[in-house]
């Protein structure tokens, strides 16, 4: 029995130790931590209803650090870029089923309820305390041109953690299948990246992308297999998933894409 319970009365009297520690030393770096994850929980929950995978994010992730990298991004915008893979579409959480699952193209008005995520999710995670973060989950569907939301800024108004997630999150959507459009090719959808340069995207960004997709590629083959595992089917029902509007078909949608 003494076998059984010595490593976790060690691993309690351990995990007691650093919480003190952590609570003397830094509050406000347990509070940021703790907020962190308690909306993270809920990203992860948007996520499953969006039928985004692990395996999205991971890649993003990775996709995200190597720009930021290639970009000389201080610290605090890697931790944007890493916190802001999984993050900025939480507020999708506040969009209606009939909308967020929606298969084909939104009207106009549906369009506008949709484009709210950007406001909603920001004043979540101003609960963390990160305002790069903020900047990332508030600002991830500007345009360079001016035409984005939700604050259609333009050009280096833009944060450039969002610009950066705009590029890495949107070729890596072109990739996959989603409700309302089948997976393109990488050619495929490094030409819309590249078609977007200037017009959707910092116009330097695509090509750099393009550039140091294969280092991305060689990263995400060696990440851990547990990062592929698609969150739907194993914890949702199988008749609700294959009931979903998300699993019908429609033709690509740009405006979907934006979203
Ligand atoms: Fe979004």
């Known amino acids: 029995m003494a076998e059984v319970e010595f490593p976790w009365v060690l691993a309690l009297v351990a995990l007691t130790l650093i919480t003190a520690a952590l609570l003397h030393r830094a509050p406000e ?10 909306i993270e929980s809920l990203a992860v929950a948007v996520n499953v209803r969006d039928r985004i995978t692990h395996a999205h994010v991971a890649r993003v992730r990775i996709y995200a ?11 605090a915008e890697l931790q944007a870029l890493h916190d802001g893979a999984i993050l900025h ?33 920001a004043q979540m995670v101003e609960q963390i305390g990160a305002p790069l973060l903020i ?16 604050d259609a800024l333009a050009g280096e108004e833009i944060p450039r953690v969002a610009r950066i997630l705009a590029v890495v999150d949107c070729f890596d959507a072109f990739r996959s ?38 280092e991305f590629k060689v990263r995400i083959a060696s990440m851990p297999a547990a990062h592929f595992l698609f969150l739907g089917p194993e914890i949702m029902p199988a008749q609700a998933v294959a009931a979903a509007p998300a699993t019908g078909f429609a033709a690509p949608s740009r405006e979907r894409l934006d979203a």
Request: aromatic share 8%; proline share 8%; with cysteine.
């Open 29 to 38: 770096l347990v509070a940021y931590e703790c907020n962190k994850a308690l």
């Open 65 to 75: 650090a190597g720009m930021g990298q290639l970009l000389y991004c201080s610290p």
């Open 89 to 121: 579409d939480v507020g999708k959480i506040g969009i209606p089923d009939h909308i967020l699952h929606k298969p084909g193209q939104l009207t106009p008005e549906e369009f506008t309820v949709m484009k709210t995520h950007t406001v909603l999710g």
């Open 135 to 150: 900047s990332v989950v508030r600002s991830h569907h500007e345009r360079w041109d001016g035409g984005g939301y939700p």
């Open 177 to 214: 299948e989603r409700p309302y459009k089948a997976a393109f090719s990488e050619a495929e959808s490094l030409c819309l990246l590249m078609a977007g340069a200037g017009k959707q995207f910092d116009p330097s960004l695509p090509a750099l992308f393009k550039r140091h997709l294969p």
